[in-house]
């Protein structure tokens, strides 16, 4: 959840994790362990968790923040774009139903929630039971993919963006960069858009540069920059892969004109998608965008990178009486502020 304007609420205590004896190769890399160690850093973190004959047959983490008026909100880290329970492999069907039953019983009514889970986990539809059953409301956002058996984006773009990204390729290097130089590079493009990061950038830079090392090997940066003239990077993105799905985590474009002058490449973006794909192929993994939430970015993979598939993710939503109040508010709010702010 990109919830801006977040606090830690003092009042609840940090719970030391156990360990689920999951199958790693099942999880998606936001719920495996070495990312959510460092995900949770710094952030209130709690899990829930149930047993079976004396072992842990299931957890549900989040974290708990509390919004400027008082909401306190639940989710999962913020840089684990998807989260939701993990089961003990051992379990058979009627165990699993019944360890999500009582996992999910146990959120605190007094929190508002949100989970964004894999459809394609291999316990989809008994998730989706759980969380019905105790008054959760079932959203989708969507996401595309590409498979390693797909047409690559070269072969599918119409004449017009195909020479588009030509140009970029001839105009273009893509090179790998460390997690420092993205991050600051992140940095320096959202705050000359006036804006902040709704979590820690250390956070993340921590989490890119334990991925790329080789023991772990699941992130990788790549950014594009000038064939010409000086190296100022113009766009850059942030991947990572699990044993099933690469995932496009992280992006960022350049928003100034560079010391000479030169406004960014309008093209920097789809090329380094492009090459991250052609990096999922080489792997054989699903490549997957990480979400389309919203128009511009879904005219680009639908319109123009022309996907091959849509997916949805499964949403699970309880709000709060208070928290669905102001949620319901917050339109006006804008509204108003936006009168304030022209005068009117």
Not at 72 to 87: D, N, R, Y
Not at 161 to 168: D, E, N, S
Not at 182 to 187: A, D, N
Request: aromatic share 10%.
């Amino acid at each position: 959840m990109k919830t801006p304007s977040l606090v830690r609420d003092p009042r609840i205590s940090l719970v030391r994790e156990p360990t689920v004896e999951a199958n790693i190769s099942d999880l998606a890399v936001f719920q495996q362990p070495w990312w959510l160690e460092i995900a949770k850093r710094g952030e209130d973190y709690r899990e829930f968790v149930v047993h079976k004959c004396g072992k842990i047959a299931g957890s549900l983490g989040f974290v708990v923040a509390t919004n400027q008026v008082g909401n306190k909100l639940g989710f999962a880290p913020v840089w684990a774009h998807l989260g939701g329970p993990v089961l003990d492999r051992g379990l058979n069907r009627i165990e699993r139903a019944e360890a999500l039953r009582r996992l999910v019983v146990q959120l605190p009514r007094n929190i508002s929630f949100k989970f964004v889970c894999n459809p394609g986990a291999n316990d989809a539809d008994l998730i989706r039971q759980a969380f019905q059953r105790h008054g959760f409301e079932h959203h989708t956002e969507t996401t595309y993919v590409q498979r390693s058996s797909d047409p690559d984006i070269l072969s599918r773009l119409s004449s017009k963006h195909r020479g588009h990204l030509k140009r970029a390729i001839r105009d273009l290097d893509v090179v790998q960069i460390d997690a420092d130089t993205f991050i600051e590079f992140y940095r320096t493009n959202l705050k000359a858009a006036g804006k902040k990061s709704y979590a820690s950038l250390e956070t993340a830079r921590d989490l890119i540069a334990k991925g790329q090392e080789s023991n772990v090997q699941q992130v990788q940066v790549f950014a594009a920059r000038p064939r010409i003239g000086e190296p100022t990077l113009d766009a850059a993105i942030a991947c990572a892969w699990d044993d099933k799905r690469y995932y496009l985590w992280l992006l960022t474009r350049r928003r100034l004109v560079d010391s000479s002058n030169r406004k960014p490449h309008g093209d920097a973006v789809k090329l380094l998608i492009y090459q991250a794909t052609q990096h999922a192929r080489s792997l054989d993994l699903v490549f997957d965008v990480d979400g389309a939430t919203t128009e511009g970015a879904k005219n680009l993979y639908d319109d123009v990178l022309k996907f091959p598939l849509v997916e949805s993710r499964d949403v699970f939503i309880r709000d709060t009486r208070l928290y669905s109040f102001y949620k319901q508010l917050q339109p006006k709010f804008r509204a108003q502020s936006a009168k304030v702010k022209s005068g009117s």
